[in-house]
């Protein structure tokens, strides 16, 4: 079945540090790679997202890449700050969303 | 900025009653969702609802589920036995536009506990 693997599934980091989440997806027919953060007790927010015909996007701190051939999209989080301390959750799909299992991120200042 | 609202925001409920969450998607969006997310777990597709039907339903969402469209506005998620398992937060989603590569603006969710 349809299926996203994410990881690590925990991650820490020093403050100004880099963090790259990894995601893999088995459905082919995926062109829509969307990246939520989610705190504690709240709504998915969506971070960055990804269209199957851009291999890489970047919005200020925040960088996604996606390898289409080998199903894999990235994450990357440059200058890491406290307030970057969350779930990340990484999700493929066209009308609906796979979510992958989620990625605690810890920003150690 | 526009936003999906959620109501209620927790709901306590008997085992084997019914239960129904509602939702306000954005006033312009075309595409409605549902998702769960058990605590501490990953968010799940239950439902994606366009042009007044289902488009697409999870294993999940078995005869037990409804969703509805009642007026321009809500978009209900029924349960109608609930079970101990369907404890958990459920989010609301809505999406604009006709291409299918849209992003999904997800509502505060309703934490529903089964008693």
């Known amino acids: 079945g349809e299926n996203v693997e994410q990881h690590p599934s925990t991650l820490s980091v020093q403050e100004g540090d880099s963090a790259v989440i990894k995601c893999t997806y088995s459905?082919?027919?995926?062109?829509?790679f969307p990246w939520y953060k989610q705190e504690l007790g709240k709504r998915p927010q969506l971070i960055i997202d990804i269209r199957s015909n851009v291999g890489e996007k970047k919005d200020q701190r925040i960088a996604v890449t996606l390898n289409k051939t080998a199903k894999h999209f990235s994450l990357h989080i440059t200058e890491t700050q406290p307030e970057d301390s969350a779930v990340y959750f990484c999700?493929?799909?066209?009308?609906?969303?796979?979510f992958g299992t989620g990625t605690r991120l810890k920003v150690l200042a | 900025e526009p936003e999906v609202t959620q109501t209620p925001s927790h709901q306590v409920t008997q085992m084997g009653q019914e239960v129904i969450l509602r939702c306000v998607p954005i006033?312009?969006?075309?595409?409605f969702y549902w998702y769960r997310q058990i605590l501490g777990q990953k968010v799940e597709f239950l439902v994606s609802f366009y042009n007044n039907e289902i488009s697409e339903k999870s294993e999940i969402f078995d005869d037990q589920f409804s969703v509805e469209r009642p007026d321009g506005s809500n978009f209900t998620l029924k349960i109608r036995s609930t079970k101990l398992e369907d404890s958990a937060m459920y989010f609301c989603a809505s999406s604009a536009g006709t291409s299918n590569a849209q992003p999904q603006h997800f509502g505060d969710g309703t934490r529903l506990s089964i008693l």
């Open positions: 999700a493929a799909g066209t009308y609906k969303y796979i």
């Open positions: 459905d082919s027919a995926s062109n829509y």
């Open positions: 006033s312009n969006h075309l595409y």
